[in-house]
């Protein structure tokens, strides 16, 4: 797959509340294109989850 398929993919896990999966896309998104706007999109992910979910998630 490439980035942008993996960015796309997170996004649609991201829609459905499958947030861990979104975060595991992105990533993978980040490491094929390093400028993919999948790298805002997860630090993004990253600070709704810190916000929200401070107990549940770590970064």
Do not use: W
């Not at 996004?11 to 390093?34: M, T, V």
């Amino acid at each position: 797959m490439t980035a942008q398929e993996y960015y796309q993919q997170g996004n649609a896990f991201r829609k459905a509340g499958s947030f861990h999966e979104a975060i595991n896309c992105y990533i993978e998104a980040a490491r094929l294109d390093p400028d993919s706007p999948a790298v805002e999109a997860k630090r993004m992910l990253d600070d709704i989850m810190n916000f929200y979910c401070k107990d549940l998630y770590n970064p």
